[in-house]
């Protein structure tokens, strides 16, 4: 125990001089405002509840960018589009580094992927081969029947729903059809087939292990050292962490495997464009690619592509029940558009609809898909509306605030489709207010498959189907709680009626 305690203390002391030579380094800077802090702690206290909203309301107070101090480490938020420009598009190339965490370097294979490597030649490299190989605009095409499909077998589970008038679990729905298309693109995995050995629960699980694991708290995160590591062994934070690690890499190797059979790669899945990749790699290529570079990319497509369209999906349903209105409107407009002979709708009615690209960018908007972009490092001093940034802070930028700036948006709370009418704001990466695929070197590489799963799905049920509460359910029972994790997960049980 003496020695235990010896050790504490010696960690301790060398953490407090740290911060305390830190603090020296730092004190001729005009840093920004923010909340004051705690010793050691720092800030941490403030991540308790709902991170995004009362970030919010601490940008009220402090402004737009605001420093935070977690133990060792100093974050600072972003809340308005201004400062998102000059960190996204200003200072991309001296804000795009990740920050080295306990937790993304673990589910990422010791940073091997693309959404959690650092900024380097290795990520520059992975980040081409990605973006050419796996999701240009012909690939995603070329996976366009899997998506129709999908959106088809929908159609037929709600409609027999709709036979029976019985409530449809909207979360359910979405996150099968969701977790349906990226295991058939990315895995080649067919949940319709009778030989699959993984069913749909499980993937369940295991994205929402994964997703709670990403928001887990460690302290070795916050405090360097000794120290961290022993706090954490003691809250047994790397038990939990290790399992759900190790149940996806099971779970990533048995996909290999499946794949590695002589008769695995007669689809062209993106684990087959992988490993076909290896197999063509010479030895003049920067790195070589192995085992680890599949499961870490696995890792990204599988986690980021599932929850997060599933999400949008929700929130898009959730507010036209809630807004009837702009419902019919959207109704009307899919209907007088495509004609009521349709039996299919195919992605060659997606864009067709202007009001149905109203709604998801409102959508986006007021329920990103992510309340914080995956935090950046800096790697050199930068400056940011005239504060002075440091190298190594991590930067969040909080776009779900963004989202809702009054001086930005007319009535931000509200669900108003129409506003983007004559508006040229879009959600791809240039317009600072807008940030659901963030922006710059960092943006979502598969944006443009993650769009066109959302709106091929929203347009399958609001052509098909009218929708309804359940008996004796008011629109405001329905579950709007909003819990910080790297999405937003809800309830919606509706009811569908077909079409007349």
Same mark, same amino acid.
């Given at each position: ?5 010896? =050790? ?21 800077? @005009? ?16 991540? /308790? ?15 737009? *960018? ?20 000059? &960190? ?36 520059? #490299?992975?980040?081409? %081969? &990605? ?75 295991? &994205? ?8 887990? =708290?460690?302290?070795?995160?916050? =405090?360097?050292? /000794?120290?961290?590591?022993? *706090?954490?062994? %003691? ?12 149940? %996806? ?21 993106? *684990? ?37 369209? /599933? ?11 809630? @807004?009837? @209105? ?35 960018? #409102? ?22 509306? +005239? ?11 909080? *776009? ?28 791809? +990466? ?23 799963? &959302? ?12 929708? +309804?509460?359940?008996?004796?359910? @008011? ?26």
């Amino acid at each position: 125990m003496a020695v235990l305690l010896c =050790f504490l203390l010696v960690s301790l002391l060398a953490l407090v001089s740290s911060i305390f030579l830190t603090n020296i380094k730092t004190s001729k800077l @005009n840093l920004p405002p923010g909340p004051s802090s705690l010793p050691i702690i720092g800030n941490l206290h403030h991540f /308790a509840g709902c991170p995004s909203r009362y970030f919010h309301n601490l940008s009220i107070k402090y402004g737009p *960018v605001m420093l935070l101090r977690l133990g060792f480490l100093r974050v600072v938020v972003i809340s308005s589009s201004e400062a998102a420009e000059e &960190v996204l598009k200003t200072h991309d190339l001296e804000c795009c580094s990740r920050p080295n965490t306990l937790v993304s370097g673990k589910l990422s294979y010791g940073f091997k992927d693309v959404n959690f490597a650092p900024y380097g030649e290795y990520w520059r #490299e992975m980040r081409k %081969l &990605v973006v050419i190989e796996l999701f240009s605009l012909k690939k995603v095409q070329s996976f366009r029947y899997i998506r129709e499909e999908e959106s088809d077998l929908m159609v037929k589970k709600v409609s027999e729903s709709a036979l029976k008038r019985s409530p449809v679990d909207l979360n359910k729905t979405f996150f099968s059809l969701t977790a349906s298309i990226i295991c058939r693109v990315a895995l080649g995995l067919n949940f319709h087939d009778s030989g699959f050995v993984i069913d749909q629960e499980k993937i369940e699980e295991l &994205v929402t292990e994964a997703g709670e694991v990403l928001g887990t =708290f460690t302290f070795s995160d916050f =405090f360097p050292g /000794a120290l961290g590591r022993f *706090v954490d062994w %003691l809250f047994q934070r790397h038990k939990k962490i290790n399992k759900v690690v190790e149940e %996806l890499d099971a779970f990533y190797q048995h996909v290999i495997d499946e794949h590695l059979k002589p008769e695995g790669r007669k689809n062209p899945d993106i *684990v087959s464009l992988m490993l076909d990749m290896i197999d063509k790699r010479g030895s003049e290529d920067y790195f070589k690619l192995d085992m680890d570079n599949v499961k870490a990319i696995i890792m990204d497509i599988f986690l980021a592509g599932i929850d997060t369209g /599933a999400t949008t999906m929700i929130w898009a349903m959730t507010e036209l029940v809630r @807004n009837p @209105n702009v419902m019919k409107k959207a109704q009307e407009n899919i209907r007088a558009t495509l004609g009521l002979k349709r039996e299919r709708i195919t992605e060659e009615d997606l864009g067709k609809v202007d009001y149905m690209t109203f709604i998801i960018k #409102e959508t986006f908007r007021l329920h990103p898909p992510v309340p914080f972009l995956l935090p950046r490092d800096t790697m050199s001093h930068v400056k940011i509306q +005239g504060y002075d940034i440091p190298p190594k802070t991590q930067i969040r930028v909080n *776009v779900w605030t963004i989202g809702r700036d009054p001086k930005r948006w007319t009535d931000p709370e509200d669900f108003i489709p129409e506003r983007f009418a004559d508006s040229s704001v879009d959600f791809r +990466g240039q317009h600072f207010e807008l940030l659901p695929f963030g922006s710059g070197r960092r943006i979502c590489p598969a944006m443009a498959m993650g769009t066109a799963t &959302v709106e091929l799905g929203l347009m399958n049920l609001l052509y098909f189907f009218d929708w +309804g509460s359940p008996d004796g359910m @008011n629109i405001e029972e329905f579950d709007m709680e909003e819990a910080d994790n790297l999405t937003y997960v809800k309830k919606l049980p509706l009811v569908p009626f077909q079409r007349h």
